[in-house]
């Protein structure tokens, strides 16, 4: 692909040769000839010395004349790379049609530009858009509906009556739609209590391997458009989580919490049931959510690493803070009452 087709697909402006050809990306540590790189930020300018990237994106106040590169200048350069790199590396064509193995039950409705592959099964009522790949061994239950141009990757569960809107794309492995953590304690004993809402996920999702969005108690569990939830998360009944949020791996949201817009969740956070967290919130990694959040900002509450010795030194010192405040309070009752 010639250089100057990737600056006009990322709106970049050209400092160098317009044919030159590029046919890959890569960091610039790792950059050979041919390949597409770039710069993040200022740290690693040295890097560009020593690449062999025919081209790099970076912003214009890191350009100089001598860099001896051909350079694409855009205000965020990772943003543009990510446009690049799917110009240059675009999803995988398929064969639209129905594979000899697949079990399709009356009353599916199946798009003929759309691919059901080997060792599927879809249930009755289902609807399948048009350009929708459903992959390999995935599983669709009745009632379900997948919006134009969606991809089920592989071994992808929907339970019944789950929406799936149009350009999402589900890794393998993700089950979205299945029963959510229902019981009631009777005497000792848990009831199962039925689950019957569904799964409602818009447009331009994407759901990572072995995520699990279960299906609401009620009313529906929803993931709004543009939302991007990494591998293993677990999403609880009747969550709502708000457009373009994006979850980081290993985290577990509870029943019932509500996640506004434009978050962005590191990994491992744990989320209690039954909140609200306003949008344009940012947690840190292993953070533990305990209570609402209504302001914006960044929140923390995980303790870093330590040495051992350390880290049992100020343990024990955790476990002396009611006492020593108790002393505190009594020493400024004293101090008060000789003033």
């Not at 590029?22 to 950059?31: E, M, P, T």
């Not at 049931?273 to 509450?301: A, F, K, N, R, W």
Request: charged share 20%.
């Amino acid at each position: 692909m010639k250089l100057s087709v990737i600056a006009r697909h990322i709106g970049a402006t050209l400092k160098g040769d317009p044919d030159c050809r590029i046919d890959g990306v890569a960091s610039l540590q790792r950059a050979q000839a041919g390949d597409l790189s770039f710069l993040a930020g200022p740290r690693h300018l040295d890097a560009l010395a020593t690449t062999g990237a025919s081209a790099v994106i970076m912003a214009p106040d890191h350009y100089r004349d001598d860099l001896g590169l051909h350079c694409l200048l855009v205000e965020n350069p990772y943003a543009a790379y990510a446009y690049a790199a799917q110009k240059i590396h675009p999803l995988p064509t398929f064969t639209p049609g129905i594979h000899p193995t697949a079990v399709i039950e009356d009353g599916a409705d199946i798009d003929d530009s759309a691919c059901v592959a080997a060792h599927c099964y879809i249930g009755s009522d289902t609807h399948i858009a048009a350009g929708v790949l459903v992959g390999p061994g995935s599983i669709i239950a009745a009632d379900c509906r997948i919006g134009r141009d969606s991809r089920l990757v592989s071994r992808v569960t929907l339970g019944p009556n789950t929406r799936i809107g149009e350009r999402a794309i589900i890794q393998p492995g993700a089950v979205i739609g299945e029963d959510g953590f229902g019981f009631a304690n009777d005497k000792g004993k848990w009831v199962k209590i039925p689950q019957v809402g569904g799964v409602l996920i818009g447009d331009d999702v994407e759901v990572g391997c072995n995520t699990t969005i279960d299906r609401g108690a009620l009313d529906d569990t929803v993931i709004e458009d543009g939302v991007k939830l990494d591998n293993q998360i677990q999403v609880a009944h009747n969550c709502r989580i708000g457009a373009h949020t994006a979850i980081a791996g290993c985290t577990g949201i509870a029943g019932s919490a509500i996640i506004g817009r434009r978050c962005a969740i590191g990994g491992g956070v744990g989320i209690v049931g039954h909140i609200e967290i306003c949008d344009d919130v940012q947690l840190t990694g292993m953070t533990y959510v305990t209570q609402s959040i209504d302001t914006p900002g960044t929140y923390s509450s995980g303790v870093p690493i330590e040495p051992y010795p350390a880290w049992r030194r100020n343990y024990m010192r955790i476990k002396q803070l009611d006492d020593m405040a108790k002393r505190l309070r009594a020493l400024e009752k004293k101090q008060d009452e000789k003033n």
